[in-house]
Each structure stands twice: as structure tokens, then as C-alpha cells.
């Protein structure tokens, strides 16, 4: 593999997912996603008086701070532990899957550069796509922030750049995580279909049932406290200033800790998805 031919296969790949309906349609969903749930239907509940009973027992003040663009870093990275997750998977699954029942996967490998060549611009694209994700929510949230802080005159104070950076470092990890992981079942399994559906099935009740059962049966844990959900879970965790009852949200590891882990995590699942590709036939 040379650096030239990585970015040659960069290109290719970026081009292809911006021509990609799915492509836009994935992303699209996950701000629309994260404004509804983040800020939609906060204001509503903050708006209408309903707070308590909306917004995790936030009284109406607390509720009103977590609207505005100092809370942005805390706020933004809460969906993505599962939802904005799942919809990553999804992205990275479809990304590598969609190459074998399409046929493009053979005519790369037989008429362009080499097998690490091309998927590792595969891999560089999906991250790129991830930090432009994470860029992008931040600033459409601190956008939308500053607007409900102006109609209800308060304050308009930026988050600290220490809280920024935070926030776009633990969006980048939890999202990057689970887009390779997804990348990777997508080469398992060998098809988008299939990598979809196993991928949300591990994501969305998997996990839960198995932190369900280290509840009941405690040596278990040692492994529960380690899987991808729990890793991501604790550092959208460790953003969290008040409130509780996000939907994967956790605080079993440390920030430290889940960081360790999501970069093993990220390294693994590049590993295997380069090797795979590398050494297994493709009829």
C-alpha cells in the first residue's frame, strides 16, 4: 500500500458516498434526530409547563440551562451512545456491505490498487464522514441554542473551548466506534441486509440484556463493563452535568477508562476489516 494509492482510493470513496442517497439520508436523520430530542421537545415541555414530566423531573429552570450554548458539549453527545449509534452502524454496514451484493468490491480488487488500498480509503472516509458529523451536529446545536437563549433572554455564553473539545472528542469516539463496528459486520456478513440487522440487534437489546443479567449473576460484569455500548455509554456519561435516564447513557467507566477501551475497540474493528477483506475470496 502507498500513501498515494490511499488517497486515490480516498477520493473514489468520498465520491461515491456523496452521490449516495443513503449516505445523506442516514446523516440527515441523526440531526434531525438529535434537534428533536435535544431541543424540540425540551422546549415544548419547558414552554407548556409540562417539565417534570417530560424531561426527566427537570424543574423548568434546570431545563431551560440545558438548552442553552453552554450546555451544547453536554447536551449533543447524550443520543449518541445508542440512537446516534445504531444509525452509525447502519452508515458503516451498508458503506462495505452494499460492495459485495453489488459487484463493486470485485472490480476495485481486480482493476484498481491494492486490497488495503482500497478499503483503507473506505476507512478514512468513514472517518472524515464522523468528524464532519460531529462538527456539523455542534454547530447546528449551538445555532439552535442561541436562538431559544434569545427568545427567552438568557444568557448567550459559548462553552468553555476545554468543554468544547471534550464534546467533539467524545462525539468522534462514540460515532467512530460504532461506524467501524458496523463497517466490519458489513464484511462478515458479506451483504448490507444482514450486517443492518445483526448490528441494531446487538446495539439496541443485545447489550442491555446482557448488562440485564450481570445485575442477577455478577462475575459477568468484568465482561458487560467492557463491551462496546457500555465504553461509548460512559463517555456520553462522563459529559453529563445533570439529569439521567438518556437511553445508553451510563457512568460504569471512567472517561479514562472508556476511552481506553473505545480505542481498542476502533483498532480492532480496523484490523479485522482490513483482514478480512485481504485474505478471504470474494465469490
Given at each position: 500500500?502507498?500513501?498515494?494509492?490511499?488517497?486515490?482510493s480516498?477520493?473514489?470513496?468520498a465520491?461515491?458516498?456523496?452521490?449516495w442517497?443513503?449516505?445523506?439520508?442516514?446523516?440527515?436523520t441523526?440531526i434531525?434526530?438529535?434537534?428533536t430530542f435535544?431541543y424540540?421537545?425540551?422546549?415544548?415541555?419547558?414552554?407548556s409547563?409540562?417539565?417534570?414530566?417530560?424531561?426527566?423531573?427537570l424543574?423548568?429552570?434546570?431545563?431551560?440551562?440545558?438548552?442553552l450554548?453552554?450546555?451544547?458539549?453536554?447536551?449533543?453527545?447524550?443520543?449518541?451512545?445508542?440512537f446516534?449509534?445504531?444509525?452509525?452502524?447502519?452508515?458503516?454496514?451498508?458503506?462495505?456491505?452494499s460492495?459485495?451484493?453489488?459487484?463493486?468490491?470485485?472490480?476495485?480488487f481486480?482493476?484498481?490498487?491494492?486490497?488495503?488500498s482500497?478499503?483503507?480509503?473506505?476507512?478514512?472516509?468513514?472517518?472524515?464522514?464522523?468528524?464532519?458529523l460531529v462538527?456539523?451536529?455542534?454547530?447546528?446545536?449551538?445555532?439552535?441554542?442561541?436562538?431559544?437563549?434569545?427568545?427567552?433572554?438568557?444568557?448567550?455564553?459559548?462553552?468553555?473551548?476545554?468543554?468544547?473539545?471534550?464534546g467533539?472528542l467524545?462525539g468522534?469516539?462514540?460515532?467512530?466506534?460504532w461506524?467501524?463496528?458496523?463497517a466490519?459486520?458489513?464484511?462478515?456478513?458479506?451483504?448490507?441486509?444482514l450486517?443492518?440487522?445483526?448490528?441494531?440487534?446487538?446495539?439496541?437489546?443485545?447489550?442491555?440484556?446482557?448488562r440485564?443479567?450481570a445485575?442477577?449473576?455478577?462475575?459477568?460484569?468484568v465482561?458487560t463493563?467492557?463491551?462496546?455500548?457500555?465504553?461509548?455509554?460512559?463517555?456520553?456519561?462522563?459529559?453529563r452535568?445533570?439529569?439521567?435516564?438518556?437511553?445508553?447513557?451510563?457512568?460504569?467507566?471512567?472517561?479514562?477508562?472508556?476511552?481506553?477501551?473505545?480505542?481498542?475497540?476502533?483498532?480492532?474493528f480496523?484490523?479485522?476489516?482490513?483482514?478480512?477483506?485481504?485474505?478471504r475470496?470474494?465469490v
Open positions: 500500500m502507498t500513501v498515494r494509492d490511499l488517497l486515490a480516498t477520493r473514489a470513496e465520491l461515491r458516498l456523496r452521490k442517497p443513503a449516505f445523506w439520508i442516514v446523516l440527515g441523526w434531525l434526530l438529535n434537534l435535544s424540540l421537545f425540551n422546549y415544548l415541555a419547558y414552554t409547563g409540562e417539565s417534570t414530566r417530560m424531561s426527566n423531573g424543574p423548568k429552570d434546570a431545563l431551560l440551562q440545558q438548552m450554548p453552554a450546555a451544547v458539549p453536554a447536551v449533543f453527545t447524550q443520543g449518541m451512545a445508542m446516534g449509534g445504531a444509525l452509525m452502524l447502519v452508515l458503516g454496514a451498508l458503506t462495505t456491505g460492495g459485495f451484493g453489488w459487484g463493486t468490491w470485485k472490480t476495485v481486480t482493476q484498481g490498487p491494492s486490497r488495503i482500497a478499503v483503507g480509503g473506505v476507512v478514512v472516509s468513514l472517518v472524515a464522514v464522523v468528524i464532519g462538527l456539523t451536529a455542534f454547530v447546528v446545536d449551538v445555532g439552535v441554542a442561541a436562538l431559544i437563549g434569545a427568545t427567552q433572554s438568557q444568557s448567550l455564553a459559548l462553552p468553555s473551548s476545554r468543554q468544547s473539545a471534550l467533539i467524545t468522534t469516539a462514540i460515532l467512530g466506534m461506524t467501524l463496528a458496523g466490519l459486520i458489513g464484511v462478515l456478513a458479506r451483504g448490507p441486509a450486517a443492518v440487522g445483526l448490528g441494531l440487534v446487538w446495539v439496541l437489546v443485545v447489550e442491555n440484556l446482557l440485564g443479567v445485575a442477577i449473576f455478577a462475575p459477568i460484569a465482561i463493563d467492557h463491551l462496546p455500548g457500555t465504553a461509548a455509554g460512559s463517555l456520553a456519561g462522563a459529559m452535568t445533570v439529569g439521567a435516564g438518556t437511553p445508553g447513557v451510563l457512568d460504569i467507566l471512567t472517561r479514562t477508562e472508556a476511552l481506553i477501551v473505545l480505542g481498542g475497540y476502533i483498532v480492532a480496523v484490523a479485522g476489516t482490513l483482514w478480512l477483506m485481504r485474505s475470496d470474494l
